[in-house]
């Protein structure tokens, strides 16, 4: 990621095929997208309507979408037409190569328990979640009920803002009042540089854009066979060339040799290796309550309505009258 080249600076709004006119257009383009008869591991996502609400896959067909130009540009290597409707054009620069440097490096000099490099790690995998964060946050406001003039804010407040109240929390005196933020972030560049939130949300998307690209080289690859990929790993069938192997920026690391192994899910997966380890992984559930869990448990759970339950615990913060 540390050269991949991000959007920066005003978008140009266009509509039609901006690639007839500007062949190195680069941006995000909402277009009509085919996908190659057969493809053993598309690689392109798409949001999908199912009866348990919206999923993302990657399957064959035709559809309508959003899409990054050089995810675009890519994917037609594997077989994909695209047809450009509409879109935005950016301008683009390297613009995190020496963070990400310096970051990794603290990484390499600190052993993994350590506290440096676990705040590194953090600081890396930051960076697109804090420019996709959505650029609205609730607010909290506090009225004071035994003064009258707050009481009188209050009912003010409540005629103009009564539609996005979220939640009203007595406390004695006091009413705590949650509600969404309704501003609309106005501002004159030349004298006030900074408007709203850090996210810009063409960054967050073209990082994620970024390591599919890198990910697609390991599907459809004819040297191996692909079990099990996600954003930054992969289980197949022999080992990766040398070069792609080591400790330097953008390589890859053995983890684990596979004896055998059930991938249910993104994130759900059971395996053995050939030392006797076992590895069992469900998102959102602690290693503490899998550990009874064999790899033969997933197995079972590949036959139709199959299930295993799990208890756990979790705290949540809440503000609550005594």
Not at 93 to 106: P, W
Not at 168 to 188: E, F, G, P, T
């Amino acid at each position: 990621m540390s050269m991949l080249k991000l959007p920066v600076g005003k978008p140009i709004a266009f509509e039609g095929d901006i690639r007839s006119v500007d062949p190195d257009a680069y941006g995000f383009f909402y277009c009509k997208i085919k996908s190659p008869a057969t493809l053993r591991y598309p690689i392109l996502q798409r949001k999908f309507k199912t009866k348990d609400g919206v999923r993302t896959i990657a399957g064959l067909g035709s559809w309508e979408g959003w899409i990054f130009s050089m995810e675009m540009d890519n994917a037609k290597r594997f077989g994909y037409e695209f047809e450009i409707i509409r879109g935005y054009k950016f301008k683009s620069k390297i613009i995190f190569k020496n963070y990400i440097i310096a970051m990794y490096k603290i990484r390499l000099d600190y052993p993994k328990k350590s506290a440096m490099n676990l705040i590194a790690k953090l600081l890396l995998n930051s960076i697109y979640g804090k420019f996709g964060m959505k650029n609205s946050f609730n607010i909290v406001e506090m009225f004071d009920f035994s003064d009258d003039k707050d009481k009188i804010l209050f009912n003010d407040f409540l005629d103009s803002h009564g539609e996005l109240v979220l939640d009203q929390i007595s406390l004695d005196n006091l009413v705590i009042v949650i509600r969404r933020n309704a501003s609309n972030y106005k501002y004159d560049e030349n004298f006030d540089p900074y408007h709203g939130h850090d996210v810009n949300v063409a960054i967050a998307s073209a990082i994620t854009a970024g390591g599919r690209i890198w990910m697609s080289q390991f599907k459809n690859n004819e040297e191996y066979v692909l079990f099990y990929t996600d954003t930054d790993s992969i289980v197949i069938t022999k080992p990766l060339p040398d070069y792609l192997v080591g400790n330097a920026l953008g390589q890859f690391k053995l983890e684990y040799e596979i004896n055998q192994a059930v991938f249910l899910a993104p994130k759900v997966y059971a395996f053995t290796t050939k030392d006797d380890q076992k590895v069992v992984k469900v998102k959102g559930i602690s290693k503490q309550y899998l550990e009874s869990t064999e790899v033969e448990d997933f197995r079972k759970l590949l036959y139709l309505n199959a299930s295993i339950k799990y208890s756990t615990a979790r705290w949540f913060k809440k503000i609550v009258h005594r």
